[in-house]
T-cell receptor, first 116, second 112 residues
């Protein structure tokens, strides 16, 4: 099946620094990618929809200046958490849309972010 | 309003027994898709089964089957012959316009 990778798998950073997370579709082209955030023992919450070649669409309540998304190619989307704070510590998961059907989205393995 | 409701925070099941995970959804769109994902402690989201809103038959994938009751807006997951490796978090999700909305999840613990 289709594979989506994320890098890094985990990151620890100091408060105030910026962190970039990459999401790549390895064997298919993804015009649309999605970024989710998941706090411990909670559900996945959609943060934004990343469209290749255009601006990302953010869900209500998600600060677009805080979470910068760039979808520069059909295989790569990046999420940058700017000026990270401890409350941004979470599990970030991306998914890539391969089209309509039974397996619309393939998920990456996730990135655990800890902000100290 | 919550689109996906999973009312069971946690469930215990004996190995080799079957377990049913509840999921109800809310939508006015006639075209939608329903998914179940398994999330083990590693965090990866593993696709289990899919049911399209126009599918006439209940979906099955190996030990997983989906009890789709459209009029009740219900899409329960049945795991048969539970194995220790089935212990994980299970999420029900609905796709509308390419976006997935997830339920709160159900933690399943399989006992030997």
């Amino acid at each position: 099946g289709a594979v989506v990778s994320q890098h890094p798998s985990w990151v620890i950073c100091k408060s105030g620094t910026s962190v970039k997370i990459e999401c790549r579709s390895l064997d298919f082209q993804a015009t649309t990618m999605f970024w989710y955030r998941q706090f411990p023992k909670q559900s996945l919450m959609l943060m934004a929809t990343s469209n290749e070649g255009s601006k990302a669409t953010y869900e209500q309540g998600v600060e677009k200046d805080k979470f910068l998304i760039n979808h520069a190619s059909l295989t790569l989307s990046t999420l940058t958490v700017t000026s990270a704070h401890p409350e941004d510590s979470s599990f970030y998961i991306c998914s890539a849309n391969i089209g309509a059907g039974r397996e619309t989205q393939y998920f990456g393995p996730g990135t655990r972010l800890l902000v100290l | 309003a919550q689109k996906i409701t999973q009312t069971q925070p946690g469930m215990f099941v004996q190995e080799k027994e079957a377990v049913t995970l509840d999921c109800t959804y809310d939508t006015s769109d006639p075209s939608y898709g329903l998914f179940w994902y398994k999330q083990p402690s590693s965090g990866e989201m593993i696709f289990l089964i899919y049911q399209g809103s126009y599918d006439q038959q209940n979906a099955t994938e190996g030990r997983y089957s989906l009890n789709f009751q459209k009029a009740r807006k219900s899409a329960n997951l049945v795991i048969s012959a539970s194995q220790l490796g089935d212990s994980a978090m299970y999420f029900c999700a609905m796709r509308e316009n390419d976006k997935l909305s997830f339920g709160a999840g159900t933690t399943v613990t399989v006992r030997a």
